[in-house]
Each structure stands twice: as structure tokens, then as C-alpha cells.
């Protein structure tokens, strides 16, 4: 699009108007060319630079937009105004100069920079400083003590030697590592201002060790000008901190209770400066009891005896070789001492239902009773025997025991009753809680008695005699218990009846009360014992039936109550007699013909045959004679025999003969000897 005639033409009125004035005092329009805001591109924030070649840029002045710039000039002067590089010419409209060249030596420089109108008139000049300084600090150590440090502790680094750059020292540049390998600055030779860590001059020349890693570290320093140059050389050093104060343990004080003083002992260990002992600064351990003065020991150990009774505060703490310290936040432990025994003191009565039941109370004032500890025991009055512990349980606050007192003969005992504390200590009583002295009489419950024997509430048997060769027998009658036989015999395979009371002492009948017929079987039975329980009735008696089996002993038991004693009734004796059968296979035999054959068994019952068998006699008889044997056969493993029997002698024709069986006695067979019934046999 066109532009208007009237735009085009004001600015050439205004510029005709400058040129030429309307008059004598019309304005000067190169006076009006100078350069703006001169201003030094990488400025480091302090004018200085460590390379001679600036670059330098400004803002147009406001004429330049209608009075057109033909070129920019510089020079460059020294601090006295003389010209050191004479004036370079840069053509066109430029407002910046890319390669600012100064001399080589260091020093301050005054740039002077004018531009040029149309017609090449010079208009004002602009200056600025320029500051170069390529020189470096001498070479800087890293001053470090020898062995370990704290964190606490300041690093120094050496100051440069002069003389120093024109620039000054900017400060120090500082890297730490393990290994040695970092470099202060990222570029050799020369450092960033973020790269100066101690960037306060010549004398900031510390810095905290807590700065630093625990352990060994290599520390690198160079120093570095007002330019950022740095020394030429990286000084290093090995640097040891310990950051860490050491630890300690505590030994001697247990969780729980002790009865007497406790040596406590603490030990220190520091994995870097150590604890060796050395000279009043170095390395020491230190304890104290109950706030009172630390007790303090060189080195590594420390020992304390704490005393007296209750709970004490224990603080430990130590210092390691270059003063790290717990002081200020010690360990602590708690050391707890109970030097009295526990207070012991029976119950003042026995429990009337409960009579051999023996309680005492147990009370310790510190560390408490123990819950597992303790017990009760008791000897003849007045005697030096040995005390006999009682089965005590410990329970909170008493001890509490059986006494057996039916298993103890009649007398006067006295009683001692034994209790520990959780400390250990140990404190035996012998009174009750009124301060009489624990003493009781035995029989200490009512006696009981026990009156049985074989038959039911009456016994009615045949009582025999013999006189002149004739066995005479008559029934008799027995009602009580204590006069029946202590021996009755059964034949094989029949049980009998079993009856007794149960009455105290005064002849009370004592009824509802268990007891146990306790029966003993004879060596060889298959069960040793069988024991059977029965209730009495209201009179106190009881009735059983005893099952058939071998021989036996019988005994019954009443096992006592709380309030009454035991009692054993008297042992008496159930004889069993063998069973023995035997039969003739015929009850004629003819003489020198096929033998007769004699055969039976021997009952096992309850009795195992052995796989050897049993001996079995057999014997004969002529009528009125007496009885003898001919052969002795040994039965089978269940029991059986069997044997052939052959008539030769004439004498035998016409004769009958009787034949029996006969088991003898044995110390494995538990059966009383016993005969079959005889069997006839007749020779013809």
C-alpha cells in the first residue's frame, strides 16, 4: 500500500530543520551521538577479567534514529590518560565492539568510545573502565592437624605469598573427597565466583570441619584473584574427622532385682580417634550414681559399686579423642538393690473343713515376693531332725501346702515356712500372724476304720473237723466283718462275695464315701493288680462281688477325705484252686488190648499257659488205697494233655481202677494245686 506524501516528507522537514536552522542559534545534532549505557559484557561482578579481549555494547542515543551513524571508534588509555592502543575504527551503525584488545599487562584501562555522523563529524566521547589481571596466587595449602579432628574444628588454608595480583585475592576454591581425584574449579586454571567457597578475601580463610565427611578425606585448595585466576598448583592434604561420639555399654546392672551392692562397669569404643588413653584432654569415661559427682577414668573403662537399697539412676557417658562427647545427653540405666529378705507369718488358725491345708503370708516391701519361689516344710517338735518340705504352690502373696498327715506318726510338728524375693534374699517364719509358734497335733483329722471280708452282710459257711479218719461239718453264721477267715478257697472259675464298713474311730457309720478293693493277683496272673470303686451306703457298708480269676490278696482302701483319715483294711487271702479235668475215653479195657486214653485240661483263665505247657500228674488208686502217680505229661499251649494208657497184667482183669489228674503248685502258676474229679476204669 502507497504511504501518504505528508509522511514522507515531515521527517525530511525536521531533519532540514536541524541541519539548517532557522536561524544563527540552532541546535548542534552531533553533539547529541553519544553513546548510551557503555556497559563490559562477562562482568564477574567486580570489573576484573583474566583475559585482555573484552567485549563492550551500548544503547543508541535518540538522535541516532533521524541523524544517521556512519561508524563507533575507540582507544584505550592507561590510569595516567596516555593512549596505549590508539583508535580502531568500526564502520556502520554498530552499538557493540566483539574484541576489545587491551595491552598484555595487567592493570586498569580506560576505554574511550564516540560515533560518528554522516558527514564522519565525531560526536562526544563515552568511557568506561576496563580491568585485566592475568596473574595468578601463589600456590595455597590446606593446613590440617595431624590424627583425628572433631567436626567442630575450623580448617585454615595458608595464605598466598606476595606479592599478590593487581586484582586481589578473591578468596580460596575447596574440594573434598575420598579419594583425592576432584578439582576445585571445573575449568584448570581459572574459577567461577560460585566455584570460590571462601569468597571473603585474602582472610576468609577458614571454614568448619562439619563441612567435611566422617572418616579420611583428601582436602584440595587453591587461591583465587579478583580475575578468577587460581593458583597454578592444587595443594592437598588428608584430613581424619570424627564426627561421632563414641558408643558405650553399660555392664553389671541387670533388669531385675539384686540383693547386695552392684559393680557396674561401662566400656567406650570409637571406630576413628579411639579411646586410648592419653594425658588430661584425651579420651576418658565417665559414671555417676544417683546425680552425684561423675566418676571419671581415662581411657576406655570406667567402674562404679552402687549400694543401698531402692532404685538408682545410673548416667554414663564418654569422650573420644578429639572431644565428642555424650556429656550433655548421657545413657542411663536403672539399678535396682533390695538387701531385706521378705516378712514370712503363718495364718493365725487352721481352716476347720480344710485342716491340713498350711498357709502362710509372704510380703517384701521393694523388689516383691518371687512367683516361683518357696515352701513349707516340718519336723517333730522340739527335734533336730532335718525339715521335710511339704508340695508347696506359691501364689501372690502366700505360699500355701498339703500336709499328708495320715502318712505322719501321732505327735506334736512344727512348722517353718521359707519365701524369697525377686532380689534373691530369702526369709523363713515359724510363727503365725499373732506370734504364736506354728505348731499342730497329729492326728490332725478324725480316724477312720476299715472292717471287711469275704461273704456278703452275713457270712454262712461249713466249719469242719476231723476226727477218727471222718470229716464232720456244720454251718456257721458270721455277721461281723473283723471275725471272718482271712483265707477262703474257690474253685476254678467261681467268683465270691465282698463286704465290709467304713466307721470312725467313735463307731460313727460313715455312708456316701467312696473306697477301692484293691486286689493283688499271684505271680504268673496276666494283670498284677485290679482295682474296683464302690460307694458306702448310709450305714457305711458296702457289697461287691470279687470276678473269678487266679488267687489273689484282697485289700480295701479309703483314700480319706479333708476332715477324716485314711484307712487300709486288713489284707486277707482268696486261694483259687486249678481247674483240672481229665476223662477216660472208656470205662472197660480189655487186658493186652488197645490202651485206654486219658485225656483233659489244666484253666487258664487270667493265667496265660506258657508255649512249654503245664505239668500234669496223673495217678491211680485201687479202692481203699491210696493214691499214686504213674506218669507225669506236660500239657499244650492252651492248656490240654493227653495220653494212652494200656492194661498188660492179668492181676488188672476184673479190677476197677480209679484215675485222677493233679496240678501241682509252681512259683509262675497263680492257682492253688487242685485234682480232676477220679474217673473208673475196669480191666477185663
Same mark, same amino acid.
Given at each position: 500500500?502507497?504511504?501518504?506524501?505528508?509522511?514522507v516528507?515531515?521527517?525530511?522537514?525536521?531533519?532540514?530543520?536541524?541541519?539548517?536552522?532557522?536561524?544563527?542559534?540552532a541546535?548542534?545534532?552531533?553533539?547529541e551521538?553519544?553513546?548510551?549505557?557503555?556497559?563490559?559484557?562477562?562482568?564477574d561482578?567486580?570489573?576484573?577479567?583474566?583475559?585482555?579481549?573484552?567485549?563492550?555494547?551500548?544503547?543508541?542515543?535518540?538522535?541516532?534514529?533521524?541523524?544517521?551513524?556512519?561508524?563507533?571508534?575507540?582507544?584505550?588509555?592507561?590510569?595516567?590518560?596516555?593512549?596505549?592502543?590508539?583508535?580502531?575504527?568500526?564502520p556502520?551503525?554498530?552499538?557493540?565492539?566483539?574484541?576489545?584488545?587491551?595491552?598484555?599487562?595487567?592493570?586498569v584501562?580506560?576505554?574511550?568510545?564516540?560515533?560518528?555522523?554522516?558527514?564522519?563529524?565525531?560526536?562526544?566521547?563515552?568511557?568506561?573502565?576496563?580491568?585485566?589481571?592475568?596473574?595468578?596466587?601463589?600456590?595455597?595449602?590446606?593446613?590440617?592437624p595431624?590424627?583425628?579432628?572433631?567436626?567442630?574444628?575450623?580448617?585454615?588454608?595458608?595464605?598466598?605469598?606476595?606479592p599478590?595480583p593487581?586484582?586481589?585475592?578473591?578468596?580460596y576454591?575447596?574440594?573434598?573427597?575420598?579419594s583425592?581425584?576432584?578439582?576445585?574449579?571445573?575449568?584448570?586454571?581459572?574459577?567461577?565466583?560460585?566455584?570460590?567457597?571462601?569468597?571473603?578475601?585474602?582472610?576468609?580463610?577458614?571454614?568448619?570441619?562439619?563441612?567435611?565427611p566422617?572418616?579420611?578425606?583428601?582436602?584440595?585448595?587453591?587461591?583465587?584473584?579478583?580475575?578468577?585466576?587460581?593458583?597454578?598448583?592444587?595443594?592437598?592434604?588428608?584430613?581424619?574427622?570424627?564426627?561421632?561420639?563414641?558408643?558405650?555399654?553399660?555392664?553389671?546392672?541387670?533388669?531385675?532385682?539384686?540383693?547386695?551392692?552392684?559393680?557396674?562397669?561401662?566400656?567406650?569404643?570409637?571406630?576413628?580417634?579411639?579411646?586410648?588413653?592419653?594425658?588430661p584432654d584425651?579420651?576418658?569415661?565417665?559414671?555417676?550414681?544417683?546425680?552425684?559427682?561423675?566418676?571419671?577414668?581415662?581411657?576406655?573403662?570406667?567402674?562404679?559399686?552402687v549400694?543401698?537399697?531402692?532404685?538408682?539412676?545410673?548416667?554414663?557417658?564418654?569422650?573420644?579423642?578429639?572431644?565428642?562427647?555424650?556429656?550433655g545427653?548421657?545413657?542411663?540405666?536403672?539399678?535396682?538393690?533390695?538387701?531385706?529378705?521378705?516378712?514370712?507369718?503363718?495364718?493365725?488358725?487352721?481352716?476347720?473343713?480344710?485342716?491340713?491345708?498350711?498357709?502362710?503370708?509372704?510380703?517384701?516391701?521393694?523388689s516383691?515376693?518371687?512367683?516361683?519361689?518357696?515352701?513349707?516344710?516340718?519336723?517333730?517338735?522340739?527335734?533336730?531332725?532335718?525339715?521335710? !518340705?511339704?508340695?508347696?504352690? /506359691?501364689?501372690? +502373696?502366700?505360699?500355701? &501346702?498339703?500336709?499328708?498327715?495320715?502318712? $505322719? =506318726? %501321732? *505327735?506334736?510338728?512344727?512348722?517353718?515356712?521359707?519365701?524369697f524375693?525377686?532380689?534373691?534374699?530369702?526369709?523363713?517364719?515359724?510363727?503365725?500372724?499373732?506370734?504364736?509358734?506354728m505348731?499342730?497335733?497329729?492326728?490332725?483329722?478324725?480316724?477312720?476304720?476299715?472292717?471287711?471280708?469275704f461273704?456278703g452282710?452275713?457270712?454262712?459257711?461249713p466249719?469242719?473237723?476231723?476226727?477218727?479218719?471222718?470229716?464232720?461239718?456244720?454251718?456257721?453264721?458270721?455277721?461281723?466283718?473283723?471275725?471272718? !477267715?482271712?483265707?477262703?478257697? /474257690?474253685?476254678? +472259675?467261681?467268683?465270691? &462275695?465282698?463286704?465290709?464298713?467304713?466307721? $470312725? =474311730? %467313735? *463307731?460313727?457309720?460313715?455312708?456316701?464315701?467312696?473306697?477301692?478293693?484293691?486286689?493283688?493277683?499271684?505271680?504268673?496272673?496276666?494283670?498284677?493288680?485290679?482295682?474296683?470303686?464302690?460307694r458306702?451306703?448310709?450305714?457305711?457298708?458296702?457289697?461287691?462281688?470279687?470276678?473269678?480269676?487266679?488267687?489273689?490278696?484282697?485289700?480295701?482302701?479309703?483314700a480319706?477325705?479333708?476332715t477324716?483319715?485314711?484307712?487300709?483294711?486288713?489284707?486277707?487271702?482268696?486261694?483259687?484252686?486249678?481247674?483240672?479235668?481229665?476223662?477216660?475215653?472208656?470205662?472197660?479195657?480189655?487186658?493186652g488190648?488197645?490202651?485206654?486214653?486219658?485225656?483233659?485240661?489244666? *484253666?487258664?483263665?487270667?493265667?496265660?499257659?506258657?508255649?512249654?505247657?503245664?505239668?500234669?500228674?496223673?495217678?491211680?488208686?485201687?479202692?481203699?488205697?491210696?493214691?499214686?502217680?504213674?506218669?507225669?505229661?506236660?500239657?499244650?499251649?492252651?492248656?490240654?494233655?493227653?495220653?494212652?494208657?494200656?492194661?498188660?497184667?492179668?492181676?488188672?482183669?476184673?479190677?476197677?481202677?480209679?484215675?485222677?489228674?493233679?496240678?501241682?503248685?509252681?512259683?509262675?502258676?497263680?492257682?492253688?494245686?487242685?485234682?480232676?474229679?477220679?474217673?473208673?476204669?475196669?480191666?477185663r
Open positions: 500500500m502507497k504511504r501518504p506524501l505528508g509522511s516528507l515531515a521527517p525530511l522537514t525536521v531533519l532540514a530543520a536541524v541541519l539548517l536552522g532557522p536561524g544563527p542559534a541546535a548542534d545534532p552531533v553533539s551521538l553519544r553513546p548510551i549505557g557503555l556497559r563490559v559484557f562477562d562482568d561482578g567486580d570489573g576484573w577479567h583474566a583475559a585482555n579481549d573484552f567485549r563492550m555494547a551500548w544503547d543508541r542515543p535518540p538522535i541516532a534514529e533521524l541523524f544517521p551513524v556512519t561508524a563507533a571508534d575507540h582507544r584505550v588509555r592507561d590510569q595516567a590518560g596516555v593512549v596505549v592502543v590508539p583508535a580502531v575504527r568500526h556502520g551503525n554498530v552499538n557493540r565492539i566483539e574484541h576489545l584488545r587491551v595491552p598484555p599487562q595487567p592493570g584501562y580506560i576505554v574511550d568510545v564516540w560515533l560518528e555522523g554522516p558527514a564522519g563529524q565525531a560526536g562526544p566521547k563515552a568511557s568506561t573502565t576496563l580491568r585485566f589481571d592475568d596473574a595468578r596466587p601463589a600456590n595455597v595449602r590446606p593446613l590440617v595431624a590424627g583425628w579432628i572433631s567436626a567442630g574444628t575450623r580448617l585454615r588454608i595458608e595464605h598466598p605469598a606476595g599478590q593487581i586484582s586481589g585475592i578473591r578468596g576454591a575447596i574440594s573434598v573427597d575420598r583425592g581425584d576432584s578439582t576445585p574449579c571445573a575449568t584448570p586454571g581459572w574459577c567461577r565466583p560460585a566455584e570460590t567457597d571462601l569468597a571473603g578475601g585474602i582472610d576468609d580463610d577458614s571454614f568448619l570441619y562439619g563441612a567435611l566422617e572418616g579420611t578425606s583428601v582436602v584440595r585448595a587453591v587461591a583465587v584473584s579478583g580475575s578468577g585466576m587460581s593458583s597454578a598448583a592444587t595443594q592437598s592434604a588428608t584430613v581424619h574427622v570424627d564426627a561421632s561420639r563414641p558408643e558405650v555399654v553399660l555392664s553389671g546392672a541387670t533388669a531385675g532385682w539384686a540383693n547386695g551392692p552392684v559393680q557396674v562397669r561401662v566400656e567406650a569404643a570409637d571406630a576413628l580417634s579411639g579411646m586410648a588413653a592419653g594425658g584425651g579420651p576418658f569415661t565417665a559414671i555417676a550414681v544417683d546425680g552425684e559427682v561423675p566418676r571419671v577414668e581415662r581411657g576406655a573403662v570406667a567402674r562404679a559399686t549400694t543401698g537399697n531402692g532404685a538408682h539412676d545410673v548416667a554414663f557417658y564418654a569422650r573420644d579423642a578429639v572431644g565428642n562427647s555424650r556429656e545427653a548421657p545413657s542411663r540405666a536403672l539399678v535396682r538393690i533390695d538387701e531385706e529378705p521378705p516378712q514370712v507369718a503363718f495364718t493365725r488358725a487352721q481352716d476347720p473343713a480344710d485342716p491340713e491345708r498350711i498357709e502362710a503370708a509372704v510380703a517384701d516391701r521393694l516383691g515376693p518371687d512367683p516361683a519361689r518357696g515352701s513349707i516344710a516340718l519336723r517333730p517338735r522340739g527335734s533336730r531332725q532335718l525339715w521335710e !518340705p511339704l508340695p508347696t504352690e /506359691v501364689r501372690p +502373696g502366700r505360699l500355701v &501346702a498339703r500336709w499328708d498327715s495320715d502318712a $505322719s =506318726a %501321732a *505327735g506334736t510338728y512344727e512348722f517353718r515356712a521359707t519365701a524375693d525377686l532380689a534373691g534374699n530369702a526369709g523363713s517364719g515359724e510363727r503365725r500372724g499373732d506370734g504364736a509358734r505348731v499342730l497335733s497329729n492326728p490332725l483329722k478324725a480316724r477312720t476304720a476299715i472292717a471287711a471280708g461273704g452282710r452275713r457270712l454262712v459257711w466249719r469242719c473237723t476231723r476226727r477218727e479218719g471222718q470229716r464232720r461239718c456244720r454251718r456257721e453264721a458270721i455277721d461281723a466283718f473283723e471275725l471272718r !477267715p482271712q483265707t477262703r478257697a /474257690v474253685p476254678y +472259675g467261681h467268683g465270691i &462275695a465282698f463286704a465290709g464298713q467304713l466307721t $470312725s =474311730a %467313735a *463307731g460313727s457309720r460313715l455312708g456316701g464315701l467312696p473306697i477301692e478293693i484293691v486286689e493283688s493277683f499271684a505271680a504268673g496272673a496276666g494283670s498284677l493288680q485290679r482295682t474296683t470303686t464302690a458306702t451306703a448310709a450305714d457305711g457298708s458296702f457289697l461287691t462281688r470279687l470276678a473269678p480269676g487266679p488267687s489273689r490278696r484282697v485289700e480295701v482302701v479309703f480319706g477325705t479333708r477324716l483319715s485314711r484307712a487300709h483294711g486288713e489284707s486277707v487271702r482268696l486261694e483259687v484252686l486249678a481247674g483240672v479235668r481229665m476223662r477216660a475215653s472208656s470205662g472197660l479195657v480189655r487186658v488190648g488197645a490202651p485206654v486214653i486219658f485225656s483233659g485240661s489244666v *484253666g487258664d483263665l487270667g493265667a496265660p499257659t506258657p508255649s512249654g505247657g503245664r505239668p500234669v500228674e496223673l495217678q491211680f488208686r485201687l479202692p481203699g488205697r491210696e493214691w499214686s502217680e504213674f506218669r507225669t505229661v506236660q500239657t499244650d499251649a492252651h492248656g490240654r494233655f493227653r495220653y494212652p494208657y494200656a492194661f498188660s497184667d492179668d492181676d488188672s482183669r476184673g479190677v476197677r481202677f480209679q484215675f485222677r489228674a493233679y496240678a501241682p503248685a509252681a512259683e509262675d502258676w497263680p492257682y492253688e494245686p487242685a485234682f480232676s474229679r477220679p474217673v473208673f476204669v475196669t480191666g
